[in-house]
Nanobody, 128 residues
Framework: QVQLVESGGGSVQAGGSLRLSCVASGYTYITYSTNSMAWFRQAPGKEREGVAA???????NYADSVKGRFTISKDNYKKILYLQMNSLNPDDTAMYYC???????????????????WGQGTPVTVSS
């Protein structure tokens, strides 16, 4: 059974950095490495939105709001998905979720409907 567990969230001041991790279980090396995965976030009262995606062949895609500040990466041996977040601002405050689906995603992979598995989220709060 696939499980995704996020960690690394917290409270930071504007301009600070955080690195989120998403540890996966229930995969072999092959099935994990051929997953497409992504980070989403949901702020209070807002829809869940795609932040960064890493497809099954290593292509990455970012929401315009985080380009140049966030970096998604994936360690297939450790089965961990990362999100390095720099230059954080209060608009980045949200619950952050990782998501996974076997195989390929389309249209950049930032559409939540494409993903099958979800973690429980880790909160990020950025103060001004």
């Amino acid at each position: 059974q696939v499980q995704l567990v996020e960690s690394g969230g917290g409270s930071v001041q504007a301009g600070g950095s955080l690195r989120l991790s998403c540890v996966a279980s229930g995969y072999t090396y092959i099935t994990y490495s051929t997953n497409s995965m992504a980070w989403f976030r949901q702020a209070p009262g807002k829809e869940r939105e795609g932040v960064a995606a890493f497809d099954n062949v290593g292509n990455t895609n970012y929401a315009d709001s985080v380009k140049g500040r966030f970096t998604i990466s994936k360690d297939n041996y450790k089965k961990i998905l990362y999100l390095q977040m720099n230059s954080l601002n209060p608009d980045d405050t949200a619950m952050y979720y990782c998501a996974a689906v076997p195989g390929r995603t389309v249209a950049g992979g930032l559409n939540r409907g494409q993903y099958q598995y979800w973690g429980q989220g880790t909160p990020v709060t950025v103060s001004s």
